[in-house]
């Protein structure tokens, strides 16, 4: 098949692919197997995922029983619209969701199940619209963010996000809500340090607020760890519960964005509940299906279900595909998974080891900062250690670690702008949870090798 492509395109030398590529100048290759933490090309080369794709393969590639199960599935009912029917998988992955959230989620919270993250970020946007105009308060509709932050790709969720580069297109079609800034230790945007900074990043929310017409928001969105952008930047302590008292105080719903951080992968099910605050909303994504179908799913806590059902009782909202019986259906045998094997657990350790062989690379005098939790790892690469000041934009550093550290067989996710939204890089190790010591070690040897080659001395 491979084969007659190539042909039909008139050769190897020509670009020879129909697909859309994320870039039309780079060429890739053909993913041909996944085992375990290993993806295998086409051409029998071997590859540690150390980046879980981009955070999204938790219990690892290949795994023969989640197939099985979707494609008992899909012979017994692939589909059933939502507006005619409910399916056994969506309902029972739903229970099992909320019985992972905090408790405002389970006594009472529901499911709304999308195909991936963005589609969850829309309907959260749209359905903390709805519970203000259910509960009477109708002028309420924006969404605060952050600066330096994604929620996606759509143009709703582009709106809240602050990643500079991927909002720059597409500007004049997204409308401001209004950002606040990040937080983001590293590079604090107030040139403070904590903890005499006295969250001065959180405080940045309350100010927000009262200068910027509190009675029209609607919602705080936020990313627990700054995935993508910031390469897992961690929250000091006592942010996470500032910014939730200040939503609380405000009559703001708090959207928790875990698609990234969510269903494991800092060490509890939800990176929430290592600060014990109860969003209004959660969003999860990646991880939920860890890769074997397109799934989403917004957690609603009973607060916000109870409005809508007290209310008109309809959502005002909807997709063909939402709560498919085949992507849930892969939830539900990803997480019988996740448990039968202990790996929610497996994350502290594996974490451990993870930053333990980082400590390899941790003196190197272009290695600025190592940080995130369980394994949503980041590594971010200054020209000079002291000033923390990053490299010109234009010498592309994550880029060219990412190319160096895949030359020795190890994937991992490359971002620049984490200081300014241009400038700053940085690589997001996201590994499977099932990553063992062995290629903890082989991940820390990488980059080592990588650095070697990208800062020859
Ligand atoms: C925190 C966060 N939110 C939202 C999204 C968007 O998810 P998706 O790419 O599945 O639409 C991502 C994807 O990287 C993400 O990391």
């Known amino acids: 098949m491979r084969a007659s492509l190539l042909q039909s395109c008139g050769g190897l030398d020509m670009p020879t692919s129909g697909l859309f590529s994320r870039n039309l100048k780079k060429t890739f290759p053909i993913a041909a197997r996944g085992e375990g933490c290993w993806i295998i090309d086409e051409s029998g080369r071997?590859?540690?995922?150390?980046?879980?794709?981009?955070a999204v393969v938790s219990i690892g590639h290949g795994v023969a029983e989640i197939g099985q199960a979707m494609a008992e599935q899909s012979a017994q009912l692939a589909f059933a619209h939502t507006s005619q029917?409910?399916?056994?998988?969506?309902?029972?992955?739903?229970?099992?969701?909320?019985?992972?959230?905090?408790?405002?989620f389970r006594n009472g919270g529901r499911v709304y199940f999308t195909c991936g993250g963005s589609e969850a970020t829309e309907t959260a946007i749209k359905l903390v619209r709805q519970y203000h105009v259910e509960t009477g308060q109708p002028e309420r509709y924006r969404v605060i963010s952050r600066r330096q932050s994604y929620h996606g790709s759509t143009l709703g969720a582009m709106s809240v996000s602050g990643n500079v580069a991927r909002r720059a297109p597409y500007a004049p079609l997204i409308p401001e809500w209004g950002h606040i800034a990040p937080c983001f230790c590293y590079h604090?945007?107030?040139?403070?340090?904590?903890?005499?900074?006295?969250?001065?990043?959180?405080?940045?929310?309350?100010?927000?607020?009262?200068?910027?017409q509190t009675e029209t928001a609607a919602a705080f969105i936020f990313e627990p760890l700054v995935g993508a952008t910031l390469g897992a930047a961690v929250p000091p302590d006592g942010y996470v519960a500032h910014i939730a008292e200040t939503c609380r105080k405000n009559g703001i719903l708090l959207i928790a964005d875990e698609i990234m951080t969510g269903m494991g992968r800092t060490g509890k099910?939800?990176?929430v509940q290592h600060w014990g605050i109860e969003p209004d909303l959660i969003?999860?994504?990646?991880?939920?299906?860890?890769?074997?179908?397109?799934?989403?799913?917004?957690?609603?806590?009973?607060?916000?279900?109870?409005?809508?059902?007290g209310g008109s009782g309809t959502f005002t909202h909807g997709f063909t595909y939402q709560a498919h019986p085949v992507c849930t259906t892969a939830g539900n045998a990803v997480l019988d998974?996740?448990?039968?094997?202990?790996?929610?657990?497996?994350?502290?350790?594996?974490?451990?080891?993870?930053?333990?062989?980082?400590?390899?690379?941790?003196?190197?005098?272009?290695?600025?900062?190592?940080?995130?939790?369980?394994?949503?790892?980041?590594v971010e690469f200054v020209r000079d250690k002291a000033t923390r000041e990053p490299f010109p934009k234009s010498e592309n550093m994550a880029e060219r670690i990412r190319q160096a550290a895949t030359a020795e067989a190890v994937l991992t996710y490359p971002t620049q702008g984490c200081v300014?939204?241009?400038?700053?890089?940085?690589?997001?190790?996201?590994?499977?949870?099932?990553?063992?010591?062995?290629?903890?070690?082989?991940?820390?040897?990488?980059?080592?090798?990588?650095?070697?080659?990208?800062?020859?001395s």
């Open 85 to 104: 029917f409910h399916n056994e998988p969506a309902e029972k992955l739903a229970v099992r969701l909320l019985a992972l959230a905090p408790a405002n």
């Open 337 to 378: 998974c996740l448990e039968t094997h202990q790996l929610f657990e497996r994350v502290g350790t594996a974490g451990k080891k993870l930053r333990e062989t980082l400590a390899r690379v941790e003196g190197h005098p272009h290695v600025g900062d190592i940080r995130g939790m369980g394994l949503l790892v980041g």
């Open 46 to 54: 071997r590859y540690l995922d150390a980046a879980g794709q981009a």
């Open 269 to 271: 099910p939800f990176a």
């Open 188 to 212: 604090c945007p107030f040139n403070k340090t904590f903890p005499e900074c006295e969250l001065a990043c959180a405080a940045d929310l309350e100010t927000f607020v009262r200068e910027h």
């Open 420 to 456: 300014d939204g241009h400038r700053g890089d940085h690589i997001l190790l996201a590994p499977p949870f099932t990553i063992s010591e062995q290629e903890c070690a082989l991940v820390g040897q990488a980059l080592v090798s990588a650095l070697k080659k990208v800062f020859p």
């Open 283 to 309: 969003l999860v994504g990646k991880g939920v299906a860890s890769g074997y179908a397109p799934l989403g799913a917004v957690l609603a806590s009973a607060r916000v279900v109870d409005a809508i059902e």
